[in-house]
């Protein structure tokens, strides 16, 4: 059987090209440290590493929120810390006044709770990193926390951020003024101080009715001050379980980028030899290849 000279050329030509192609393939794979260039260097190998690449978005995108979350959570560790404080401090007040006869001294402290009463709104109105009000719920671009006349209205609202820190958890990363505050309740403390005020400031209320009305006061301070604890003590562990994702996420993102990496990377000295021998065998089929297209098939047969 006849085998024409120019399907013996194409032959080689192909051969040629699919030489060069391999040799074009380890050169690149030499110079990117990656064995997997295309899908088609490896199939099952490249979908393993497009799933390992997907689950480390994912989980950038948790850990950006674990940041987030556990940093929104600090700031508002930091003004419940503050408004205890004041709570703290004007609960101690009404309890040093609770059998105070002398006007002048009641007076004296009434000025004070006004001032940590000013504090106290201040703190309730505390804005996070990016100018929103902490404890406003949805409506962070509003002071939540308004002053009509002597009294405190709550304008925010119930929602309380979350955030994802896995597939499938959440976490609140906020929480509503009104519930910190036991705002609209018996222990809504701004109502509590302003009664306490009112009643120091007031000489008629005096004897057993004066010490029943500042021990009342106190009483709803102490439980106001009970509901931030509470809350703190919720933030906390709020922060802690973020923290202890974080430490998981660290772990799993570097199984993920080792997993990845052996998976992508070239045995770059097992690659180099390789080269080396194509290299080689290219040039002794392209030498080949030009010996023989200066004959004709015909002088062999």
Known sequence: MRISTSLIYERNTMALLAKQERLSNLQQQLATGRRILTPADDPS??????????SLGQLATFTQNMQM?????????????AARGVLDAARSAGMGVQMQTDMARRNEVADYLTRLREDLLAYANSRDGNGDYLFAGSKGGTAPFQLSGTTVNYVGDAFQLEVAISENRKIAASDPGDVVFSMGGPNDPFAALQQLITDLQNPGLTGAAYTSAISNGVAQLDAALQQVDAIRNAVANRMNEISTAQSVATAMRKQFEDELQKVESADTQKVAVELQLQ?????????AFVNASQLSLFNYL
């Open 69 to 81: 979350g556990q940093s929104r959570l600090k700031q508002e560790e930091t003004v419940l810390q």
């Open 45 to 54: 190998a490249a979908h393993h590493a497009l799933q390992l690449a997907r």
């Open 279 to 287: 290299q080689i065998s290219l040039q002794a089929s392209q030498q």
